[in-house]
């Protein structure tokens, strides 16, 4: 949406509300096959980091992973998928120009486990640090 001052005098003034697009795809595992069980989250990219409300997440069960939720912004569009054994995934991208769906594939990897400390360069821990390992080498 486009905003700015009107001028006086200008007369009928028309504003056109373009809903955002629907989000239509599946979640897969790293070897393509259909995730069946899942919770997605629609999430708006360019935000910062923020942690969804738990009662946020939509419970999906589908034989062929397959989903289908309304984004939160017409140009900027995303999900956050997270399911038992995976590793939380989030597809983010952002739309030269609304659409009225669009379609993607969320692959999810095992989950993975880091031991150890995280601290500055002389030693001191860092409390609350976290840590992610994204997963680089999937085509």
């Known amino acids: 949406a486009e905003s700015g001052p009107i001028a006086a005098g200008t007369g009928e003034v028309v504003m056109r509300l373009v809903p955002p697009p629907v989000i239509r795809g599946r979640v897969v595992d790293a070897d393509g096959d259909p995730v069946r069980r899942y919770e997605i989250y629609p999430d708006t990219p360019g935000i910062g980091f923020h942690a969804p409300q738990p009662d946020s997440w939509m419970e999906v069960a589908h034989p062929e992973g397959r989903f289908e939720i309304t984004a939160l912004d017409e140009y900027k569009v ?62």
């Open 78 to 139: 995303g999900v956050m998928v997270r399911a038992p054994g995976f590793a939380p995934q989030a597809a983010k991208w952002r739309l030269s120009t609304p659409a009225e769906f669009v379609e993607l594939v969320v692959w999810l990897v095992p989950e993975r486990t880091v031991t150890g400390r995280v601290t500055t360069s002389d030693g001191t821990p860092i409390a609350g640090a976290k840590v992610s390992i994204p997963d680089y080498g999937r085509a």
